[in-house]
């Protein structure tokens, strides 16, 4: 099992930017594959970013250019770095840990992000 916690949220400027963290508690960070996701009131969860274990990566077309996802295993962490914020990039963003094919699917807290003047 793995808990999550994320950090980094805040208020920010559009055109602004925020790192978001997420700390893995647990054994085997590096078999996870990774991710973000963003709710806005009255909408689905929606993904934002995904590194999958290999190192590959996925990007929603909103966040495409704007947003980078890392992680590093010897920290059991992954990180989402948001440039170029819009109003729009507004919500709770949820770090999300899983192991393809399998019922192991975690989230952390969450953390709000604000971008607006």
């Known amino acids: 099992q793995v808990q999550l916690v994320e950090s980094g949220g805040g208020l920010v400027q559009p055109g602004g930017s925020l790192r978001l963290s997420c700390v893995a508690f647990?054994?085997?960070?590096?078999?996870?594959?990774m991710g973000w996701y963003r709710q806005t009131p009255g909408k689905q969860r929606e993904l934002v970013a995904r590194?999958?274990?290999?190192?590959?990566?996925y990007y929603s077309d909103s966040v495409k250019g704007r947003f980078t996802i890392s992680r590093d295993n010897a920290k059991n962490a992954v990180y989402l770095q948001m440039n170029s914020l819009k109003p729009e990039d507004t919500g709770v963003y949820y770090c999300?840990?899983?192991?393809?094919?399998?019922?192991?699917?975690?989230w952390g807290q969450g953390t709000q992000v604000t971008v607006s003047s």
């Open positions: 999300n840990a899983q192991i393809p094919r399998t019922p192991d699917n975690y």
């Open positions: 647990g054994s085997r960070f590096s078999i996870y594959s």
């Open positions: 590194m999958a274990i290999g190192g590959g990566t």
